[in-house]
């Protein structure tokens, strides 16, 4: 069984920052494209940024110039760095994985969540 646990999420002021991680553990075969996504009361899942198995990357324009996205395949870990927080950004967010187990079989596993709230 894979699970994806977030962490570092909590309470900033507007203009501050936080560093959001996701560790993928259990056996799996391979991880590919990992990403981001965020959802707050009365809106739709919002797909954040998205990084691939080597390294590139994709953002929503929400997003660009203050987020970033990185991944470290040694930890099974990815990363949301988020600078320059604005009140909109705050929502559950929800890492996810393209990862394909023993079976051979290929599914996207979600992560429980961690909140960001962003005051003033």
């Known amino acids: 069984q894979v699970q994806l646990v977030e962490s570092g999420g909590g309470l900033v002021q507007t203009g501050g920052s936080l560093r959001l991680s996701c560790a993928a553990s259990?056996?799996?075969?391979?991880?590919?494209?990992m990403g981001w996504y965020r959802q707050a009361p009365g809106n739709e899942r919002e797909l954040v940024a998205v990084?691939?198995?080597?390294?590139?990357?994709k953002y929503a324009d929400s997003a660009k110039g203050r987020f970033t996205i990185s991944r470290d395949n040694y930890k099974n870990t990815v990363y949301l760095q988020m600078n320059s927080l604005k009140p909109d950004d705050s929502a559950i967010y929800h890492c996810?994985?393209?990862?394909?187990?023993?079976?051979?079989?290929?599914?996207?596993?979600w992560g429980q969540g961690t909140q960001v709230t962003v005051s003033s």
């Open positions: 990084i691939g198995r080597g390294g590139g990357t």
């Open positions: 259990g056996m799996s075969f391979s991880i590919g494209d």
């Open positions: 996810t994985a393209r990862i394909v187990v023993i079976s051979g079989t290929t599914d996207t596993y």
